[in-house]
């Protein structure tokens, strides 16, 4: 048992050795392939293809045959595949409709020659080379389609529609490849006479491929076409391909050569020296231009594109450092204008006290040295202290007559259940308080009020209003508690 263990280490090893030390290069060839988002020209033409039978190409998919009852169309590529004997093709197709069951199929082929329009699944019978079928309908019964099929064919043999060429076919499995939401992906890889097909489920964007069939000992015609093919019945669906990407395969010792290596020393020496000799000669071009020209003679930096172009890391900083100076100027402007007006109320002996009811501000000693927008923005700032004081005045009415209505309620509360003769005075004490206030407002916002109080102390707006609000929050919260007392009592 050990022994075997080894063996088959052995083996395994032996193996994984011969596979690195025989790598496998892949070369993608475009003149064989077509995909999204330029997949066909503006004259609805591939190139290097050739589209016919009900088959319309467009920018973003080749639609073989749309969802309508019989209709069949192709796409070959004209270029025989020469590259190399082995290739890859990645196929992305989509094939739905809006039936449960769908009908015929797709084929995808590599044949020996061009194929033409025929009743297998839209391409011609006894055809030479690979035909893989992508068979929706379930012909013969078994209720195994739909599936993928695999069958060779040397130019002698029919496919039996009635049977899904079941007697014919090489391999296959099955798969449910309609009406999926993403394109469904197939990878056919020929490489030493092994073919191999792996199938995505379409459920996911990135492809997720499963092991579909692997045969050995095939033996495909050399220099052959490619072609891809679809075609209704009775039912129908509509079969696009997105992507048909065809791939050169190549051992090491396979590999193709650069053409760089392929030119000779000699003659790779032979440019080398002609290049060079060319650049000397316009170098001695330009200096002589330079020295008959010299007003038309540009900068060396004008060639250079560093000059024109920078890159995204550079821009980047360049707007960073540009946002960053703005701000500071912006902050250095204000910090000067701030100095500015601070000189100016040091100067005139104080802060002058904006005169409300449209006054003219008092005048400010070295106001000579101001400027006309200057004046302006101050004329506008003490425009906005007045409406200020406006709204402040309207304030102190509503709260004065709120609380005379409170007062009222509240008399007229002690002559039904009686209140203490300290609630009387403390109310008729803010009352005189409040009376006091509107009378100093209206005289210090009247026409030609000054700003002096030669009868009450002056204070700030913030605590006048903090005042106000405490005593107004007393009031109310006296107010409740009677009232709650008064109900108790009552009921």
């Known amino acids: 048992m050990t022994s075997t263990r080894v063996l088959l280490v052995l083996l395994i090893v032996s193996i994984v050795a011969r596979a690195q030390n025989n790598p496998v290069f892949k070369k993608f060839e475009y003149k064989h392939s077509f995909r999204a988002p330029n997949l066909a020209q503006r004259d609805g033409s591939i190139p290097f293809w050739i589209v016919s039978g009900d088959a319309i190409a467009s920018g973003e998919q080749l639609r073989l045959a749309p969802s309508m009852r019989s209709r069949k169309g192709i796409a070959w590529n004209k270029r025989a595949f020469v590259e190399s004997e082995n290739f890859q093709v990645d196929i992305s197709l989509k094939i739905g409709g809006q039936g449960r069951v769908g009908a015929d199929g797709l084929g995808i082929w590599y044949t020996s020659q061009l194929g033409a329009l025929g009743p297998v699944f839209g391409a011609n019978d006894f055809w030479t ?66 073919l191999t097909v792996h199938v995505d489920d379409g459920m996911q964007p990135t492809p997720r491929y499963e ?144 005169q409300t009811g449209g006054a003219a501000p008092a005048a400010v000693a070295g106001g000579a040295s101001f400027q006309q927008h200057e004046k302006n923005e101050v004329i506008t700032s003490l425009r906005d202290l007045t409406q200020s004081v406006r709204d402040m005045k309207q304030y102190v009415n509503e709260i004065f007559t709120k609380t005379y209505n409170i007062d009222q309620k509240i008399q007229q509360g002690g002559a039904g259940g009686g209140v203490d003769s300290s609630m009387h005075q403390k109310v008729d004490s803010l009352l005189n308080e409040l009376r006091t206030v509107r009378a100093t407002q209206v005289q210090t916002s009247g026409p030609g009020a000054s700003s002096n109080c030669p009868n009450v102390s002056c204070v700030s707006s913030t605590i006048f209003m903090l005042i106000i609000l405490v005593q107004s929050v007393i009031i109310i919260a006296v107010v409740f508690v009677r009232s709650k007392q008064d109900k108790a009592k009552f009921y």
């Open 211 to 354: 092991l579909c069939m692997r045969a050995e000992n095939i033996f495909l015609p050399r220099n052959g076409y490619f072609g891809v093919s679809a075609a209704t019945g009775g039912l129908a669906d509509d079969h696009d391909i997105l992507d048909f990407s065809v791939f050169s395969l190549f051992h090491e010792q396979q590999k193709p050569v650069a053409a760089a290596e392929q030119i000779p020393q000699q003659e790779k020496q032979k440019y080398d020296e002609e290049f060079e000799r060319q650049m000397k000669e316009y170098e001695q071009e330009r200096a002589k231009f330079k020295e008959q020209h010299p007003d038309k003679v540009k900068e060396d930096d004008e060639y250079d594109p560093n000059k024109y172009y920078e890159d995204a890391t550079a821009r980047e900083l360049r707007l960073i450092y540009e946002s960053q100076n703005a701000i500071h100027q912006v902050m250095q402007n204000m910090d000067q204008r701030l100095a500015q007006i601070q000189q100016a109320q040091i100067s005139g002996g104080g802060a002058a006290v904006p």
């Open 129 to 194: 080379g690979m035909g893989l079928f992508l068979d929706s309908f379930d012909n013969d019964g078994q209720k195994n389609n739909p599936q993928v099929s695999l069958m060779l064919n040397d130019g002698t043999r029919s496919y039996d529609h009635h049977t899904d060429g079941s007697q014919q076919i090489l391999s296959s499995c099955q798969r449910d490849f309609r009406n999926k939401p993403y394109p469904v992906r197939l990878r056919i890889e020929y490489m030493k006479n092994v």
